[in-house]
């Protein structure tokens, strides 16, 4: 059986060019004009994009299921453009034992939207005192390590686990908090956590760790990825880094290239988020250095978290907010990134960062596994939380206005989306 | 006016309606028998997640003068207790028919999240360091009460203490600052907020500096976990630059006049024995306190119905 997606612009890697994409089992087979096959998957008037990849997702389980479950979020992200995501390891247990890797690794293949690819902890259970088995994991097929949620404070235990990286050929992603500067903060540290009389999140307490890997980078020649930037300073230690040379990549999210501190001032904890909302000059910065390169790749940091834990007091509910759906109508309604551009960021350039390039983020050539979705990059759209795939309702987003809407989404030659509604 | 959860929110005209109405207020207190039917039927809950005499003790002796229903939330033997969420308990307690909140909480913000939850009129009786607007309410109004003025254009105010984790501090910014008076803080480096610049107040680090222009001397209460937070050095050098001594007093203008919202840390922050300073108005802070209480209740639950 065949689908052809048809009507459509594909983007490549150097321009984007009128044509149908057929697709047989999950291959895709034929790229050119007026192509005909079974299924004809509708994608006039929009763009045909390598399926996006996202390379921070929290997904809840184990631990959290009442909030998220491997199957709930795959759908969410399917109706994002998703084909592929990276889980965050801090679940409960943590992902710091094969046992967990494959559980997860499992719940994805059995939900069967997109391909779900299990980080590991670098430390024990993400304490930060003990080595997790890297090179176990790594066997295991884990590519990316992180504590996130936190930093690894100790630098003699963040040198030992860059030296296992290279010997391993992993990525190291670092969650960038001196958590000592950050005790209690709720919001970044600005004029309005004064007027608020809550204590603030520095931007330092990031730039410091950003600074500290980055040297380590330099020290042990490893691959260190930077987990949602926020500040216009970590932009531009990032920026010198790669201009030295160093193996260092970036990611920011959609909200802290669309939403400024500012929105803490209603007292409402879904703007709690961890790094915090900054400031305009902030956005500016990270903006230009996700067009000029220094910032890699968009990543969600999709956090579903319970109604209830979100209306606990400011200081006491938990950071995150949801956003798999609508990363890319937020990214598109703050920056103009142009087709080519956009697949970068959002699938080629993760793929290459969690090191899944043979089967995500390609070109949409002959003999590639046919992950693809369909984006009408005019089209504009209202967040309503009542349609959203995931289990969780968190997200800062409700009622605004975006450009750039998925329409389908193809995960290995079948249609998970189409025309926005999820398949199954 | 619906809810009293800010001073900015009130507004100068709102501030100058209940300074105004609290004369009123005022003189129901000096009465024989000090109470009103002026909000009979009406319920009021205080819900005070946080220790509190003077705040605690002056609503609800302003709810009974205005004959309204009074209704005690205790945390320690509430359900709170057992783990019931803030938006259970507000719900709970609005299911059973009240007209106003009095809520404390050490959680900022908490006076906002709660308003989503109930129909009924909150007032903020402290919010972490964020607002306590009642307390600034008493404040002008003791002050104008004590200098005999109306307008406080040109007084020169000046607030002493651990302005960072202060919400006496931050509600008497906005309050004094809309009547128009000038003024100070000082405080230690580590005890001023960062990022301030927005605010009409001057800084100081030198309390001997500012005390011969200062009307109004505003002492602050300093916490003991300051001390353990490491945010001064020790109390005794803390004492011996920002705290109230004899000498401190004596340099004071002969018209100046000393207030402190209570409860003071004797020892630290208040030297001198407050009996010994000739123009305290800490006791008038006190006894205002009651009818401030009774004019922002009468002002946000008699106007529902107009």
Same mark, same amino acid.
């Given at each position: 059986m065949t689908i052809v997606v048809k009507g459509g612009s594909v983007v490549g890697t150097n321009g984007v060019d009128s044509a149908d994409v057929l697709v047989e089992n999950d291959v895709i087979i034929k790229v050119g004009k007026n192509l005909t096959g079974d299924i004809t998957?509708?994608?006039?008037?929009?763009?045909?994009?390598?399926?996006?990849?996202?390379?921070?997702?929290?997904?809840?389980?184990?631990?959290?299921?009442?909030?998220?479950?491997?199957?709930? %979020?795959?759908? @969410?992200?399917?109706?994002?453009?998703?084909?592929?995501?990276? %889980?965050?390891?801090?679940?409960?247990?943590?992902?710091?034992?094969?046992?967990?890797?494959?559980?997860?690794?499992?719940?994805?293949?059995? #939900?069967?939207?997109?391909?779900?690819?299990?980080?590991?902890?670098?430390?024990?259970? &993400?304490?930060?005192?003990?080595? @997790?088995?890297? =090179?176990?994991?790594?066997?295991?097929?884990?590519?990316?390590?992180?504590?996130?949620?936190?930093?690894?404070?100790?630098?003699?235990?963040?040198?030992? =686990?860059?030296?296992?990286?290279?010997?391993?050929?992993?990525?190291?992603?670092?969650?960038? !908090?001196?958590?000592?500067?950050?005790?209690?903060?709720?919001?970044?540290?600005?004029?309005?956590?004064?007027?608020?009389?809550?204590?603030?999140?520095?931007?330092? #307490?990031?730039?410091?760790?950003?600074? &500290?890997?980055?040297?380590?980078?330099?020290?042990?020649?490893?691959?260190?990825?930077?987990?949602?930037?926020?500040?216009? &300073?970590?932009?531009?230690?990032?920026?010198?880094?790669?201009?030295?040379?160093?193996?260092?990549?970036?990611?920011?999210?959609?909200?802290?290239?669309?939403?400024?501190?500012?929105?803490?001032?209603?007292?409402?904890?879904?703007?709690?988020?961890?790094?915090?909302?900054?400031?305009?000059?902030?956005?500016?910065?990270?903006?230009?250095?996700?067009?000029?390169?220094?910032?890699? @790749?968009?990543?969600?940091?999709?956090?579903?978290?319970?109604?209830?834990?979100?209306?606990?007091?400011?200081?006491?509910?938990?950071?995150?907010?949801?956003?798999? !759906?609508?990363?890319?109508?937020?990214?598109?309604? =703050?920056?103009?990134?142009?087709p080519v551009q956009i697949a970068a960021v959002m699938s080629r350039n993760p793929a290459r960062i969690a090191q899944i390039t043979e089967q995500h983020g390609h070109n949409i050539g002959v003999g590639d596994i046919a992950h693809l979705c369909v984006v009408d990059l005019g089209a504009t759209w209202q967040v309503d939380p009542s349609k959203l795939a995931s289990k969780s309702r968190n997200t800062p987003f409700v009622g605004r206005q975006l450009r750039g809407m998925v329409r389908s989404t193809m995960y290995r030659g079948q249609i998970t989306v189409q025309d926005g509604v999820a398949q199954k | 006016m619906k809810h009293l959860r800010s001073i900015s929110e009130t507004g100068a005209e709102g501030l100058l309606r209940i300074l105004n109405l609290t004369e009123s207020m005022a003189e129901i207190n000096t009465r024989a028998v000090p109470k009103v039917p002026a909000l009979r039927g009406k319920t009021v809950v205080s819900l005070f997640f946080e220790d509190s005499t003077r705040t605690r003790l002056s609503f609800e002796t302003a709810a009974k003068r205005l004959s309204a229903e009074t209704m005690n939330f205790s945390v320690s033997t509430s359900s709170v207790n057992k783990g019931e969420s803030l938006r259970d308990t507000i719900e709970t307690i609005t299911d059973m028919g009240v007209d106003a909140f009095v809520v404390r909480h050490k959680s900022v913000g908490v006076p906002w999240q709660i308003s989503q939850w109930t129909n009924a009129s909150i007032i903020n009786a402290g919010d972490g360091a964020h607002q306590h607007p009642t307390q600034a309410l008493v404040d002008c109004f003791t002050v104008r009460e004590a200098l005999g003025i109306q307008d406080l254009s040109g007084l020169n105010l000046t607030i002493v203490g651990d302005i960072k984790h202060s919400r006496v501090a931050r509600s008497n910014i906005q309050a004094f600052s809309a009547l128009g008076a000038n003024i100070t803080l000082v405080a230690p480096p580590t005890l001023l907020p960062l990022n301030i610049e927005h605010w009409p107040v001057k800084v100081s680090n030198d309390l001997d500096a500012v005390l011969a222009s200062t009307d109004v001397l505003y002492m602050l209460r300093l916490q003991s976990e300051r001390m353990a937070q490491g945010l001064v050095p020790s109390l005794h050098e803390y004492s011996t630059r920002y705290g109230l001594d004899d000498k401190r007093v004596a340099a004071l203008q002969a018209s100046a006049v000393v207030m402190h919202p209570g409860p003071m840390n004797r020892g630290v922050e208040m030297l001198i024995d407050p009996s010994d300073i000739p123009n305290s108005l800490i006791h008038r802070q006190v006894t205002n306190g009651v009818s401030v209480r009774m004019a922002v209740l009468f002002d946000l639950l008699s106007a529902e119905e107009m």
């Open positions: 998957l509708d994608a006039s008037g929009c763009h045909i994009f390598p399926g996006f990849v996202d390379l921070h997702a929290h997904l809840r389980e184990p631990g959290r299921e009442d909030t998220e479950t491997i199957e709930t %979020a795959s759908r @969410a992200g399917a109706k994002g453009g998703y084909t592929a995501l990276i %889980a965050m390891p801090n679940t409960n247990p943590a992902h710091d034992s094969v046992t967990v890797i494959e559980f997860v690794r499992e719940q994805g293949r059995k #939900a069967g939207l997109l391909d779900v690819f299990p980080s590991g902890c670098i430390t024990m259970g &993400r304490q930060g005192e003990a080595l @997790a088995p890297l =090179a176990e994991l790594s066997a295991a097929g884990v590519r990316i390590f992180t504590d996130d949620g936190s930093g690894v404070q100790d630098p003699v235990l963040m040198g030992r =686990a860059m030296q296992y990286a290279i010997s391993l050929g992993v990525t190291m992603a670092q969650h960038c !908090e001196v958590s000592a500067l950050t005790q209690g903060a709720v919001m970044n540290e600005c004029g309005c956590s004064s007027d608020m009389g809550v204590p603030g999140w520095p931007a330092i #307490a990031e730039e410091m760790m950003v600074q &500290r890997d980055i040297e380590m980078s330099r020290i042990t020649g490893a691959s260190v990825h930077f987990l949602h930037l926020s500040t216009a &300073r970590s932009v531009d230690l990032v920026r010198d880094a790669k201009a030295e040379g160093l193996n260092v990549t970036a990611e920011v999210t959609p909200h802290h290239l669309s939403l400024t501190q500012e929105l803490l001032t209603t007292f409402d904890p879904v703007y709690k988020v961890n790094p915090p909302l900054r400031s305009m000059k902030d956005i500016q910065a990270l903006k230009v250095g996700l067009l000029d390169g220094t910032i890699d @790749a968009v990543a969600t940091d999709h956090a579903p978290h319970a109604r209830r834990d979100k209306e606990l007091t400011l200081d006491q509910a938990p950071p995150g907010m949801i956003g798999l !759906e609508t990363a890319l109508g937020v990214v598109l309604s =703050a920056v103009d990134l142009d | -």
